[in-house]
């Protein structure tokens, strides 16, 4: 292959220049390589595909959009049928009262949109001292300067030079945690919290049983808002249209993206509760918010994302999540068993990861990549996360294939044990 002039996020590009694994075809639940080579999706791409491969109704929507008006930006008064209707579509299944919604273009800036919010509404309504923003260890918030800034992975966070101020993390599975930060800090100093109903890109690590309840319940005590980050758990991934349901919290935001198209255009958002949006709505000439995408409220990819979610309601596949979330784990839990294996994951939501022992990703900082194109030479694709592989096919996915990529990460974990015992 010859060498590239792509720069890949999240890579190692003196690996990768020229050997690159190109893909270019899909189709529902399956993908192909520039050889002609079938693999199985068992990561929905980047957790995002959740309709599948090669919608045509998506194509077609996005199609007639382009042949009537591409787009306009919607900054002040303007606006484009689709983008109002998309709006009111995801008001209508927010998990709070009267929720607005701000387009963003992805989930990154979503994040930073929320954080950008929550300090500027307690700016607006009295309370400027209200400015840290705590977060989670292992959490993953995109790599903009607020995600990057609050997120709980080290090797996300380091080499950038100072962050943002006023941020924290707290230990990930603990309310106590966020309580004594909360105690630490002063609760007139707290913004807001961000939490992942299921932590994604950090390694899937469902929550503890009760702990979503509880920290809803320390932020409501304390007047800190309560920010879901829905990016990777939205639109079916748990079962519910933004995951967060499934535990009864109702936040004051939700910031979403990936699910809400399927990946097929480029689209996020935050769901702002009527509450925490009221001193922007309700008084003309009092607040001008300068904040926004270029490309918000697209009206190519908010067609693109009212066709993906005509696909999810026509097909049922919101609640699909939780129902396959035990076939996922009992096609991945006997990789216990495996002796290259350190930890598996999953359980809540058709979300689960395998984890090498320590002492091999010790001995060798890439085994996590190994272990990935190892599952890939059996036609499987995972997502790599550094010590292991995790999962999210497709909602489409059966249960067949389901056991499919079980199979083939068995396989995977095997070559890398043959490899090690030939070494």
Not at 47 to 64: D, L, M, S
Not at 260 to 273: I, W
Not at 300 to 329: S, Y
Request: charged share 20%; hydrophobic share 45%.
């Amino acid at each position: 292959m010859t060498d590239t002039k792509l720069w890949h996020p999240f890579a190692d590009m003196a690996a990768v220049r020229g050997d690159e694994f190109v893909l270019v075809r899909g189709e529902g639940v399956y993908v192909w390589d520039d050889a002609g080579n079938r693999y199985l999706d068992g990561c929905a791409s980047l957790w995002y595909c959740n309709v599948g491969h090669g919608r045509e109704e998506i194509a077609e929507a996005a199609a007639k959009q382009l042949r009537t008006l591409e787009t306009w930006s919607i900054f002040g008064d303007v606006a484009n049928p689709p983008a109002l209707e998309l709006a009111a579509k995801l008001s209508s299944v927010a998990p709070m009262d009267d929720a607005k919604v701000f387009f963003t273009t992805g989930g990154g800036d979503a994040i930073d949109t929320a954080a950008k919010f929550a300090r500027l509404y307690w700016q607006t309504t009295g309370q400027p001292e209200r400015l840290h923003v705590i977060a989670r260890t292992n959490g993953y918030h995109g790599t903009m300067a607020f995600g990057t800034s609050i997120g709980g992975m080290p090797a996300v966070r380091q080499g950038w030079g100072p962050l943002v101020p006023e941020t924290s993390q707290v230990q990930w599975d603990s309310p106590q945690a966020l309580r004594d930060e909360i105690e630490r800090l002063g609760a007139e100093r707290v913004a807001a919290f961000f939490c992942e109903p299921v932590m994604g890109a950090g390694g899937v690590f469902p929550p503890p049983a009760g702990y979503i309840e509880e920290v809803a319940a320390i932020c409501a005590e304390t007047g800190v808002l309560l920010v879901i980050d829905a990016v990777i758990t939205g639109f079916g991934r748990l079962g519910g249209w933004i995951g967060c349901e499934r535990f009864g919290v109702r936040p004051d935001m939700v910031t979403f993206a990936k699910g809400v198209t399927s990946g097929y255009l480029p689209l996020g958002g935050v769901l702002v509760s009527g509450r925490v949006a009221e001193p922007f709505w309700s008084e003309p000439g009092k607040i001008m918010v300068r904040h926004g995408q270029t490309y918000s409220g697209h009206a190519t990819v908010c067609a693109a994302a009212l066709a993906n979610i005509g696909i999810i309601e026509r097909e049922n596949l919101i609640p699909r999540g939780q129902e396959l979330e035990a076939d996922l784990w009992n096609a991945l839990a006997p990789l216990r068993d495996h002796p290259l294996v350190g930890d598996v994951r999953g359980g809540t939501g058709l979300m689960g990861a395998v984890q090498l022992r320590d002492d091999i990703l010790g001995a060798d900082q890439g085994a996590g990549t190994k272990l990935y194109k190892a599952v890939r030479s059996h036609g499987v694709l995972t997502r790599a996360h550094g010590v292991g592989v995790a999962l999210s096919p497709p909602l489409t996915v059966t249960v067949d294939q389901i056991r499919e990529i079980g199979e083939a990460i068995r396989a995977g974990l095997d070559d890398l044990a043959a490899v090690s015992e030939a070494a």
